[in-house]
């Protein structure tokens, strides 16, 4: 029964010899752990201190401790004592009515790692809103105080003070919506939504930005594309943020290129589901593929100062790789350092039975 139990669980006569461990804590610690002091296994001081407290005579206690290999691992060690009362023992040390311990240990990693992500994002979020809350603070006592008199000075600081309130409230938004999208990122979306018409409106939001840094913005569609199954705001959300990255990163007089196509994956032996995608190339820098596993994360920039100056929070990937997520959808980022980036989101397609011969089919997959 012992052996069935999904968390280890390991018993200690009171020589500290280990008299029993069940399958999972022979399979986290090796075969070679029963009949040998505990701390031939278990070397944490502090667990040890605390089965040592409890053999003689203390009260059950519980311990967090870390094993770093192979992968770093925390546990909380449940230390309880079992006393024996009466005669017998097994003679093999533990003496009669003598006490043994029972060690539970529970893997807690996924627990600490959540508190950790929490933790570093309320301090991620302070930060990006306390830098233009203390500009406009002192701009604010610079305007009561020095430049009260000076009308040239006070416009130029209003202007600043207005960018920064709204740099402010632009990140608050993200975040909300961060939140929103997290919330039910487990209930896929049922509408349908048409990508080549998102597509024209967020470039048509982008283009005077794109303009004025005199970039080509591009749209490659194909006549008739399949309808996604998907919310149109959130499409429009990652279409947006994706183009306004390209816009933002590519070099001036270049092109950013939207291209959307069907596609049906490879047959896996199973049916393959028809899917839309939609990429977004840019003549960027591009980005080192050091980074590229860690762009999606909250507040994760590759220059933090650069991004900053362009007006960007570092929400922007990670609003597009949950909304990617809720859609059932993939997002693959290709880039070069030196020739640019392109960001692709792959996305079901709404197939009902009339739509479904839009989709063009590879042969040998027939539905
Ligand atoms: N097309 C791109 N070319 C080069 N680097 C990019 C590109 N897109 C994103 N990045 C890098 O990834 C980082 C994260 O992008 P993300 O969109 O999440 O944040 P942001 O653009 O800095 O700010 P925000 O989108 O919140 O305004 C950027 O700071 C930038 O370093
Ligand atoms: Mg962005």
Redo the contacts with the bound molecule.
């Keep these: 029964m012992l052996e069935a139990l999904h968390d280890p669980l390991i018993l200690i006569a009171s020589d500290r010899r280990v008299t029993l461990a069940n399958l999972a804590a022979r399979g986290l610690f090796g075969e070679r752990m029963t009949d040998r002091d505990l701390a031939a296994t278990l070397r944490n001081p502090h667990l040890l201190g605390a089965v040592d407290a409890v053999m003689a005579g203390g009260a059950s206690r519980m311990v967090e401790f870390t094993l770093p290999v192979p992968v770093e691992r925390v546990f909380e060690a449940r230390v309880k004592p079992f006393r024996r009362g009466g005669s017998g023992g097994n003679g093999s040390g533990d003496g009669a009515g003598g006490t043994i311990i029972i060690l539970t240990l529970h893997d807690i990693t996924a627990i600490k790692r959540s508190e950790q992500m929490r933790a570093d994002f309320v301090a991620n979020a302070s930060h990006e809103l306390r830098t233009p809350l203390a500009t406009l603070l002192g701009f604010i006592e610079t305007l009561r105080g020095p430049a009260r008199d000076d009308a040239e000075a006070r416009d130029r600081f209003l202007g600043i003070m207005h960018e920064q309130s709204r740099r402010m409230s632009r990140l608050v938004n ?1 975040l909300l919506s961060l939140s929103k999208i997290e919330l039910d990122e487990h209930t896929t979306p049922t509408s349908q939504a048409d990508l080549a018409r998102i597509a024209r409106s967020a470039v048509a939001a982008l283009e005077l930005k794109a303009a004025s840094r005199k970039i080509k913005l591009v749209l490659d569609a194909p006549a008739s594309l399949p309808l996604v199954t998907g919310d149109e705001d959130q499409l429009t959300q990652v279409l947006q ?1 994706l183009i ?3 816009v ?3 070099r001036d007089n270049t092109e950013v290129r939207v291209t959307l196509a069907p596609v049906t994956p490879a047959s896996g032996g199973r049916r393959p589901a028809p899917m839309v995608s939609a990429s977004v190339a ?1 003549r ?4 080192d593929r050091t980074h590229l596993p860690r ?2 994360e909250r507040f ?4 933090a100062a650069r ?1 900053r100056a ?9 609003i597009v790789k949950h909304i990617v997520n809720r859609h059932r959808g993939r997002l693959t980022i290709e ?1 070069e350092v030196g020739v640019g ?1 392109t ?1 692709t989101v792959l996305l079901p397609a709404a197939v009902s039975v009339d739509e479904g011969a839009q989709v063009p089919r590879t042969a040998g997959s027939a539905a």
């Design positions: 993200d943020n306004d990255n390209a933002k990163y590519t840019d960027g820098e591009g980005i762009l999606t994760y920039r590759v220059d991004s362009l007006g960007g929070t570092g929400l922007g990937l990670a880039s980036s960001f």
